[in-house]
């Protein structure tokens, strides 16, 4: 046997061991077993990497982190169900079934509805090539590269027979026992634990670096199918499920069909019972139709299928009194109502305070203060208010009045039209944004301050040593080398890099800045706009105050004549800068000496109306510096590739990207192309 042949056998192996163990639950070796086979196939492909290929068991992590998630446009949308919350209304649910078939009785697939995050996998010629997320149904989010890092789900189908295109749905889900484990480990490591498995799963799988992703304990059972190309499938959804699980594909072992409303009412019962005793969170059960031709007669409605539906576990409900109405105001500067109410044992817990989303919410549900309330805990540790018991109202009770100033800070507070949220303007000094405001001003794209990690940052303002960004730059050696886990050596480094973040450049600075909606493309349309590109007898210090002075009284007009900025982002820019407290701060920066190079002087734009996506890993620059010199060059680079894309730039491990690239007929680029692009298009400038 020669290495290649070896190599398929242990990949062969491999996929049969991960089959046994989590399709069917009945691994046939020991772990140790499997981890010898998966080492000498590592082994292998090191030596001889010409034989590594994207579906190899070994290839599930590694790609780097993404700058963002493209787009998918689900070829068939992803439906939501409608719900039933009784018996009798599942019952009208079965009556208009067996009406509209005109048969007497219906055999239905009964399967646990799993509280996850529902995915797509795009399987074409038996190989995993895209994972996407549910979205709004009709588009969702790339999350390939973290699906693959997901053990149960196939990076390759067993067996021969499926469909050269094949598009699974199911739900990715957090087990508990793993979600117990996940927030031990947050927080031993100071960091804050999940609220529930949902959220924990829904987070994991939109993590940015799929390494992160490989860490936490995911799982996924899959429960239908969507796109179906050049390939035959049962004519009923129980058999479908049965030969997902045939290829390879990880189906809860509960799903079952049961005959007629009895039978549905029956299986409810059960999974209610065994509620607690699984391994998963679910919310209810779900009942589909099981003959795929019924269902095709039964067609759809709105959103949702005539033929399946949701039967939900009760919320766990109770009464009590509203005493106050807090205001608290998030990390992000949103602001959120928050009922304090009189103490209430609910969904097994003592609560106090409920969430009342935003004003909007409070005014639909007409909340007062003194009134009594009914409090929902289901499944979400964060309990809310359902609704008012309005004949109880008594005579004193207040309405809610929104604060206009924010209660951290004082500064003012912004609704933008159309928004239902409320949010305090004054980023870089209130004191509930601090930490995020200093987090996101030292970030590689804003001022860079190398060593100055998320945890230093905590630190630094728990201890009060930092209240703004501008403190930054009055620590020294001796405070720095006194704090946990920091020698003298690292606070001499970051005293250096804080020095060096000093020379920067008028877009970063504005990015820094933490202005609501001013990314780095509307920082640099800033910067080009105010920044002052002729110096004659003007010292940096005041050149730098000049172009600072200029943005902060450019009226909201004046924004919006600048090329890519509207009304919405003008109007965030205004409110920042009319703020004190941020323009104290800022004064304080450029006392502290931070400074820029003059403006150069617009240049020709040879790349301008161009839209380039870049995928893979490029081996002479990172991809935010290509993005970069292509958007210096008056390109747009965008995250996800439509007919409209003039190319795409393709590194290594290129992937849904690429493909989706070559369907389209948009022409792709390599990383030599793209240099002598940048090349040419600079030395025309």
């Known amino acids: ?49 010409e034989l590594i290929t994207p579906d190899s068991p070994t290839q599930r992590v590694g790609a780097q982190p993404l700058e963002g998630f493209g787009e998918v446009r689900h070829e068939v949308p992803m439906l939501s169900l409608d719900n039933a919350f009784s018996d009798e209304e599942l019952a009208e649910f079965d009556r208009r079934v067996r009406e509209r078939l005109e048969i007497d009785t219906v055999e239905y697939a009964a399967e646990p509805k799993l509280d996850g995050l529902a995915i797509s996998l795009l399987y074409e010629d038996g190989v995993l090539v895209r994972g996407a997320t549910r979205g709004d149904g009709t ?80 799982e996924m059972y899959c429960y239908g199918i969507g796109l179906v190309e050049k390939g035959e499938l049962p004519d009923r959804h129980s058999a479908i499920l049965a030969r997902l699980r045939d290829w390879g594909l990880r189906v809860y072992k509960g799903v079952t069909t049961v005959r007629g409303l009895d039978g549905c009412i029956r299986y409810y019962n059960t999974m209610e019972k065994r509620r607690d005793s699984l391994p998963f969170d679910i919310d209810g059960v779900v009942f589909k139709v099981d003959s795929l031709d019924e269902q095709q007669r039964l067609g759809y409605v709105a959103r949702a299928p005539r033929w399946a539906i ?33 103490p209430v044992f609910v969904g097994g817990v003592t609560v106090t305070n409920a969430t009342l989303h935003n004003e909007d919410e409070i005014r639909r549900k007409d909340v007062h203060i003194g009134d009594w309330v009914i409090v929902r805990r289901a499944g979400d540790v964060i309990p809310e208010v359902v609704s008012v018991v309005k004949d109880r109202r008594p005579k004193d009770a207040k309405p809610f009045v929104m604060p206009k100033k924010c209660p951290v800070c004082g500064s003012d507070i912004e609704r933008v039209e159309g928004e239902a949220v409320a949010r305090c303007t004054g980023g870089l000094y209130c004191e509930a944004q601090r930490k995020e405001a200093i987090k996101h001003f030292a970030s590689r794209r804003a001022m860079d301050i190398e060593g100055l990690g998320d945890k230093l940052v905590e630190q630094l303002v728990d201890e009060k040593l930092v209240n703004d960004v501008a403190d930054l730059y009055s620590l020294d050696v ?4 006194g704090l946990e886990r920091m020698g003298r050596k690292s606070a001499e480094n970051l005293i250096k890099a804080l020095e060096d973040s000093k020379h920067t450049t008028l877009e970063r600075f504005l990015f820094a800045l933490g202005i609501r909606e001013v990314g780095e493309v509307t920082a640099r349309a800033l910067a080009r706009a105010f920044g002052t590109s002729d110096t004659k007898g003007m010292s940096d210090k005041k050149r730098v105050r000049t172009d600072i002075d200029r943005l902060a009284k450019a009226t909201q007009e004046a924004l919006e004549a600048i090329p890519d900025i509207g009304p919405v982002v003008a109007g ?27 403006q150069e002087v617009a240049a020709a734009q040879p790349l301008q109306g161009k839209t380039y996506v870049l995928t893979g890993t490029l081996s002479s620059m990172t991809r935010n510096d290509a993005k970069a010199r292509l958007q210096a060059l008056g390109a747009k680079v965008a995250g996800s590739v439509s007919a409209k894309t003039s190319a795409v730039i393709a590194g290594e491990k290129a992937g849904s990207k690429l493909a989706k690239a070559e369907k389209l007929g948009v022409p792709v680029l390599s990383e030599d192309d793209l240099i002598k692009l940048l090349e040419q298009g600079e030395q025309g400038t």
């Open 310 to 342: 949701a039967r939900k576990f009760p919320a766990q409900e109770e009464l009590t009194r509203v005493l106050d109405i807090d205001v608290q105001v998030g990390r992000t500067g949103a602001l959120t109502p928050v009922a304090r109410l009189e």
């Open 139 to 218: 588009t969702g989010e790339d999350v390939t590269l973290n699906v693959r890092t997901i053990e149960s789900i196939p990076l390759r189908l067993m067996g021969k027979d499926y469909p050269k295109r094949l598009e699974v749905r199911g739900e990715v889900v957090m087990p508990l026992k793993g979600f117990r484990e996940l927030n031990k480990r947050q927080q031993a490591e100071g960091h804050k634990p999940f609220v529930n498995p949902r959220n924990a799963a829904a987070g994991s799988l939109r993590q940015l670096d799929p390494k992160v992703t490989a860490q936490r304990p995911l």
């Open 572 to 598: 965030h820019i205004v409110k920042f800068f009319k703020q004190k407290h941020n323009r104290d701060v800022i004064s304080k920066l450029l006392d502290a000496g931070i400074t820029w190079p003059p």
């Open 478 to 481: 001796d405070t720095l080398a």
């Open 1 to 49: 046997m020669n290495v290649k042949q070896r190599v398929e056998k242990l990949r062969e192996q491999i996929r049969y061991h991960n089959y046994r163990y989590y399709v069917l639950d009945s691994p046939e070796i020991p772990d140790a077993e499997y981890d010898r086979l998966m080492r000498e196939l590592q082994t292998l492909e090191a030596e001889h990497p």
